[in-house]
């Protein structure tokens, strides 16, 4: 795995995530957006080799907190729902398209409803109508998971090293 690019992949994201740009996209009175980063949790976790993938859910969720308010929830919660997704990636094709939507909205409601209920416990604030905004959040990103998978699928080559043969420090 090329970590310097992957954490640039993450900064991306996190910039399209955090920033004012899916604003023009958000839709309702809650300002419902995608979460770029839920995607990037799925696709890169199901498609790195060996424990790298658990690794690059414990940076998305750390990314996802920097991006936020509270430091700590996502990082934990994406961390261990990647570890069940690398656990279980033979097991999961998601070749298609509605595939690949279902996993996502699955992932995060998973991630998010525990990554709240942290944050409500390690700042007290509670947010009215929780559930129907991670519902409508978590369909948000839903649909547009094919087109970010897209991206990402075209990128992903790039970030992981090419076998090349025997590697030098094997004998």
């Not at 398209?97 to 995060?108: K, W, Y």
């Amino acid at each position: 795995m090329r970590w310097i690019l992957f954490s640039l992949l993450l900064l991306v994201s996190m910039v399209i995530d955090g920033g004012n740009l899916l604003n023009v996209v958000a839709i309702g009175q809650w300002h419902v957006k995608p979460a770029v980063l839920i995607t990037v949790l799925v696709f890169s976790t199901l498609n790195s080799p060996g424990k790298s993938g658990i690794a690059c859910a414990f940076a998305t969720g750390f990314a996802v907190d920097i991006a936020g308010a509270v430091m700590g929830p996502h990082m934990l919660c994406y961390g261990i729902i990647g570890s069940v997704l690398a656990r279980f990636k033979r097991a999961l094709s998601l070749r298609r398209f509605p595939h690949q939507m279902l996993m996502v909205f699955l992932t995060f409601l998973a991630a998010e409803f525990p990554a709240y209920l942290l944050s409500v416990f390690k700042t007290g604030e509670k947010y009215p109508h929780i559930f129907s905004f991670l519902l409508l959040s978590g369909a948000y990103s839903a649909i547009a998971a094919p087109f970010i998978w897209l991206i990402l699928r075209g990128l992903w080559p790039r970030l992981l090293f090419r076998s090349m043969g025997r590697s030098r420090y094997s004998r």
